[in-house]
């Protein structure tokens, strides 16, 4: 890997976009090794390098510093299934149809069958293929192992998941790698462990722990019944959650450093959907347990917006994207930067290296009947149940307190124009698609996880 004076790395991390104008941020390197890591839930603006002002992130931003920032990130769906389908796949949640449930899981589609998957493409160039995962929707349960070589899932934690990804990197030595590592270390409900509490506040007595009612959590929310103190507690836990995953994130990235390939090793770190911390009303995110009524609040920024770094071969230090980037343009992206071109139309996304960004960013809620499309000035919510939308200035507004559309009904006819065409097309690519064969049983191990981790009740 290139190495650069460390003064030089922060000189060129303050003046942003000035590094990126002098080479580009991400060139491809071909036969890197990959690691993929999604820290569920977590919010890019309670990191450091985000601007956050508490210390959750030392490693992360390290990592950032000798990186790629991408400060416009979106998902492309509100909670863990729709988002992981569409980074594996590149196709829309609408288009690969796995954005529904039931609370008796009776309506859990898995992975449609021939759809191409990020795993099996890089399979079938040379790469071992691994997947490390605390499980949850994470799971084989649904078809995503397709294409792994090797897929572990089970209540890890993330202390767990680096070490048997750093293990797989020593085993695979002599071809590239391709691990994917997702972790629920920063997944409701928060309990980070003992030694991280008390840089946040954290002690015996304030401690939200087993026998705190977090199923109640999300519908005292809904009924205003969340008090500042509680809610300053709640968020000191995922604070503390934010800074175990970090130390973790930065053990793996020494260890692999320690095994000399860190230099061959380019490292992702992302997550698949935000949270929300009563900035609309709501704890939680994708509001699964009130798929009715005034509480489909899920397409806001405190859900959509992730965090986004690359650091690795190929990748400018220093480095920040103001362009807006999405998900579902991750394995194009990835592959590009592995050397790698994609067979035409294998999905719906495009690399960011061939520049430009997203003008318009499309996130999906089909659970709840609400989707949005997203630019960094501009986000319009269409409430596709009640037939009604939404439009917010996110330069004036970031909060979307302010709701234009009443005022602004001319711009909101153009933003819904490009909606219905991205609807028309994920139709039609949904119409093409084989559903996987024969039911899906969801297994007790996966319905104990989902409901630990707060999707059932
Ligand atoms: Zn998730």
């Not at 990197?169 to 928060?190: E, I, N, Q």
């Not at 071969?313 to 920040?320: T, Y």
């Not at 999405?326 to 999905?347: K, S």
């Amino acid at each position: 890997m290139r190495t650069r004076p460390r003064i030089l790395v922060v000189a060129a991390f303050g003046i942003l976009l000035l590094a990126s104008c002098r080479e580009p941020p991400l060139r491809p390197a071909p036969g890197s090794n990959l690691i993929l890591i999604c820290v569920d839930s977590l919010r890019p603006d309670h990191l450091g390098c985000y601007g956050y002002r508490l210390p959750t992130s030392p490693h992360l931003d390290r990592l950032a510093a000798s990186g790629l920032r991408c400060a416009q990130a979106v998902a492309n769906a509100t909670w863990t299934l729709p988002s992981i389908a569409t980074l594996f796949t590149s196709l829309y949640p609408s288009a690969h149809g796995m954005h529904s449930y039931s609370m008796d899981l009776q309506r859990v589609r898995p992975l449609p069958a021939g759809v191409p998957t990020f795993a099996a493409f890089l399979s079938s160039r040379g790469y071992a293929a691994a997947a490390f995962s605390d499980g949850g929707w994470v799971s084989r349960n649904f078809g995503l192992d397709r294409g792994f070589e090797r897929w572990e899932e089970g209540t890890f934690g993330i202390k767990a998941l680096v070490d048997r990804s750093l293990a797989a990197a020593t085993a695979d030595a002599g071809r590239p790698f391709f691990h994917y590592l997702h972790t629920h270390t920063v997944h409701w409900p928060y309990r980070p462990p003992p030694p991280h509490w008390s840089a946040f506040g954290i002690d015996g007595k304030n401690y939200l722990g087993r026998d705190f009612s977090w199923p109640e959590l999300q519908n005292r929310a809904s009924r205003g019944e969340i008090a500042p103190g509680e809610l300053a507690q709640i968020v000191r836990q995922y604070d503390a959650g934010i800074a175990y995953a970090d130390e973790q994130i930065g053990r793996l990235v020494e260890g692999l450093r320690e095994r000399g390939i860190g230099g061959k090793t380019l490292v992702v770190v992302f997550a698949d959907h935000g949270e929300q911390f009563l900035e609309h009303g709501q704890i939680y995110h994708g509001q699964l347990n009130n798929q009715t009524g005034p509480n489909r609040k899920t397409c806001y920024e405190e859900t959509v917006r992730i965090p986004l770094i690359l650091a690795g071969p190929g990748v400018a230090a220093g480095s920040v994207a103001e362009e807006q980037v999405a998900l579902i343009d991750l394995f194009p992206t990835l592959a590009a930067c592995l050397g790698f071109d994609l067979p035409p139309g294998a999905g719906q996304g495009r690399s960011f290296l061939s520049g430009g960004g997203k003008e318009w960013a499309l996130i999906e809620d089909n659970l709840n009947g609400l989707a949005a499309l997203r630019s960094p000035e501009r986000k319009l919510i269409v409430d596709r149940r009640e037939g009604r939308a939404e439009l917010y200035d996110l330069k004036s507004d970031p909060g979307e307190k302010a709701d234009l559309s009443a005022s602004r009904a001319d711009e909101v006819k153009g933003i819904m124009a490009v909606y219905e065409e991205r609807e028309r097309e994920n139709r039609a690519r949904g119409d093409r698609l084989v559903p996987a064969s024969g039911p899906s049983e969801v297994s007790p191990g996966v319905r104990d996880q989902l409901k630990a981790l707060g999707y059932i009740q």
